[in-house]
């Protein structure tokens, strides 16, 4: 009886000690530079509606529920999703707009589980006509995802997603 109460002990204290040891946060983000004038690809990263022209995720499921909310582009506007098993369910909202630099929203996945995090599209002038797209998201890692964390990153899981998604809008917008 004691013996399987000392490894009970042992391993809740291991489960324990790796998350403290794992990271609290993340974030992932890729960027790309794209041959159009900054104002016209912030007119286009307004959109949420656009968001489905270039988004890896819409790939994943083009039969997937969409519902919009709000003027689209403005503070306040939401796009909600309801998809396959690889896209989930969720929304994003418009939090704020810095004109012609950043468009913060925040992405709430309701399933597979919930989570909540913070994503951004910074939108760069890099002269000549070239500007530069950083998107990116940030959160928090809570149990067990802390502990998960320690043997595959936030960044490996989705980075290949982002990766793809800015190629992906780099092709649309210039073609």
């Known amino acids: ?24 946060n993340y974030e992932v983000f890729r960027t790309v530079q794209i041959a159009r004038p900054q104002s016209e690809v912030f007119t286009y990263l307004r959109s949420l509606k656009n968001m489905d022209d270039w988004s890896p995720w ?33 929304e994003q909202e ?20 919930k989570s909540t995090s913070d994503c951004y599209l910074d939108v760069n002038d890099m002269g000549s006509g070239i500007t530069e797209v950083k998107w990116g998201f940030t959160g928090k890692n809570k149990f067990p995802m802390t502990i998960m964390s320690l043997f595959k990153s936030m960044d490996s899981m ?18």
């Open 1 to 24: 009886m004691m013996t399987a109460l000392y490894i009970i002990g042992g391993l809740l204290a291991l489960i324990l000690l790796l998350h403290l040891l794992g990271p609290k």
């Open 58 to 90: 819409a790939k994943k499921d083009p039969n997937m529920q969409k519902k919009f909310t709000g003027t689209d582009g403005e503070v306040g506007s939401v796009s909600y999703w309801n998809g396959n098993k690889a896209v989930g369910e969720g």
């Open 94 to 113: 418009i939090k704020k707009i810095i004109n012609n630099d950043r468009i913060e929203s925040e992405l709430r996945f309701l399933k597979p589980f």
């Open 158 to 175: 989705v980075g290949p997603d982002f990766e793809e998604g800015m190629a992906s809008l780099k092709a649309k917008l210039e073609s």
